[in-house]
Nanobody, 123 residues
């Protein structure tokens, strides 16, 4: 089992920045692929970014490429999502997810999920 706890969400003005954190426990963190997903009210869950230590690959949704950065600190068992130049359309509940092996853009491929953290971007 893997437990994931997100933090760092909040209210920010358009153009601002936030950094989300996701602390993992219960399994060797470096073996996990980690992903960030988001879901806005009335919309389906959307892939944001993913990273796996095993193959070194990092993926981003086109909508966040160049603005968001996923990173991880294996010593702290934590994955981060640095979000810059935030837009009102980035408003959503952001959740981190974990899976063994390689990262994926498909949320259904992930076995473990955090509870989510709200990000609200005002115009």
């Amino acid at each position: 089992q893997v437990q994931l706890v997100e933090s760092g969400g909040g209210l920010v003005q358009a153009g601002g920045s936030l950094r989300l954190s996701c602390a993992a426990s219960g399994r060797t963190f470096s073996s996990l692929a980690m992903g960030w997903f988001r879901q806005a009210p009335g919309k389906e869950r959307e892939f944001v970014a993913a990273n796996s230590w095993s193959d070194g690959n990092t993926y981003y949704a086109d909508s966040v490429k160049g603005r968001f950065t996923i990173s991880r600190d294996n010593a702290k068992n934590t994955v981060y999502l640095q979000m810059n130049s935030l837009k009102p359309e980035d408003t959503a509940v952001y959740s981190c997810a974990a899976k063994a092996g390689w990262s994926s853009r498909n949320g259904n491929a992930y076995d473990y999920w955090g509870q989510g953290t709200q990000v609200t971007v005002s115009s």
